[in-house]
């Protein structure tokens, strides 16, 4: 007597439970997966979104310097084009005393037909014009001229006859030094 048990239907029934129970767990284990992916990608664009913010307010901080800087480099070519300006009118100051004995020496050695048509100081040295109706009126102006004080011989550069028998002649002389001036 052999009694035969089919277990076959019962096997088939347990794999298919152990099959659900697996999907099943697959499943529940890539929603898990899926949800703390999607939690973490979240998570890292919250930290990238505060990033970028922070980026931003540092680029709007750094131009904000920036200007700052270029305006503080603006005053402070001001404020070096000002020193030159002060310096330029110090100068300035300091050479009027020279530049009124120059004008006084010039008015005192006047000759009587003797006109200035041009006169320039440059890099310390004055250069004129004058012109005279005669060779001894510019020779007496310039022998006047040399005779003043502080004053050097004057040098001829041109001679030029003028219409009507005008002589013109330039010269250059080297005025006193202030501090010439000043001295008694």
């Known amino acids: ?8 239907p019962w096997r088939e029934a347990r ?6 129970h697996f999907y099943c767990s697959m499943l529940l284990v890539g ?24 980026n ?15 305006e503080a ?11 030159r300006q002060l310096g330029l009118f110090r100068r300035l ?17 006047q000759v009587v037909g003797v006109t200035y048509q041009r006169l320039e100081r440059r890099h310390g040295k004055l250069s004129a014009t004058v012109a005279a109706k005669s060779e001894n009126q510019v020779a007496e102006h310039l022998h006047r001229l040399a005779r003043r004080p502080g004053l050097e011989e004057p040098i001829r550069t041109a001679i030029d006859r003028g219409q009507h028998g005008q002589r013109y002649v330039s ?3 080297t005025p006193p030094r202030s501090d010439e001036q000043e001295a008694p």
């Open 1 to 8: 007597m052999s009694v035969m048990i089919n277990l076959l």
């Open 31 to 54: 929603a898990l997966g899926a949800a703390v992916g999607g939690v973490m990608v979240h998570a890292y664009q919250h930290m990238l979104a505060n990033q970028q913010a922070r």
């Open 93 to 109: 100051i300091e050479a009027r005393p020279q530049t009124l004995h120059l004008f006084n020496d010039l008015a005192a050695s």
């Open 15 to 20: 794999r298919r439970q152990r099959t659900r």
């Open 73 to 83: 480099e603006r005053h402070h070519q001001a404020i070096a084009r000002l020193e």
């Open 171 to 173: 010269f250059e002389i």
């Open 56 to 70: 931003a307010h540092l680029t709007s901080q750094i131009a904000l310097f920036e200007q700052e800087i270029d």
